[in-house]
């Protein structure tokens, strides 16, 4: 089993930036692909970015593209969001997921592990 725990969400401006870590415990060694999702209220859950721990290789959203950077530090089993010229509408909770095997990052369905989320909320 995998344990994940978010941390680093809050409050900023429009055009402020955010880093949101993720905290990976457990069977690690069993997942291949880390991601971030988010859901804002009254929508569904939606795909951010992801990255896998052996490879180098990212993936993100074209909503976010340019702006945020999925990053992830193996040896202490985290994974980050930095998420830089925030706008309103990326005010969601944002969840971290993991996989165990490789292809369909973008899928909601393929994760099976995930965190209890942590809010990010931009104002204008």
Same mark, same amino acid.
């Given at each position: =089993?995998?344990?994940?725990?978010? /941390?680093?969400?809050?409050?900023?401006?429009?055009?402020?930036?955010?880093?949101?870590?993720?905290?990976?415990?457990?069977?690690? /060694?069993?997942?291949? $692909?880390?991601?971030?999702?988010?859901? *804002?209220?009254?929508?569904?859950?939606?795909?951010? *970015?992801?990255?896998?721990?052996?490879?180098?290789?990212?993936?993100?959203?074209?909503?976010?593209?340019?702006?945020?950077?999925?990053? !992830?530090?193996?040896? !202490?089993?985290? $994974?980050?969001?930095?998420?830089?010229?925030?706008?309103?509408?990326?005010?969601?909770?944002?969840?971290?997921?993991? !996989?165990?095997?490789?292809?369909?990052?973008?899928?909601? *369905? =393929?994760?099976?592990?995930?965190?209890?989320?942590?809010?990010?909320? $931009?104002?204008?």
């Amino acid at each position: =089993h995998v344990q994940l725990v978010e /941390s680093g969400g809050g409050l900023v401006q429009a055009g402020g930036s955010l880093r949101l870590s993720c905290a990976a415990s457990g069977r690690t /060694s069993s997942t291949y $692909v880390m991601a971030w999702f988010r859901q *804002a209220p009254g929508k569904e859950r939606e795909f951010v *970015a992801a990255t896998t721990w052996t490879i180098y290789s990212t993936t993100y959203a074209e909503s976010v593209k340019g702006r945020f950077t999925i990053s !992830k530090d193996n040896a !202490k089993n985290m $994974v980050y969001l930095q998420m830089n010229t925030m706008k309103p509408e990326d005010t969601a909770v944002y969840f971290c997921a993991a !996989k165990t095997e490789y292809g369909f990052v973008n899928r909601m *369905a =393929h994760y099976i592990y995930w965190g209890q989320g942590t809010q990010v909320t $931009v104002s204008s």
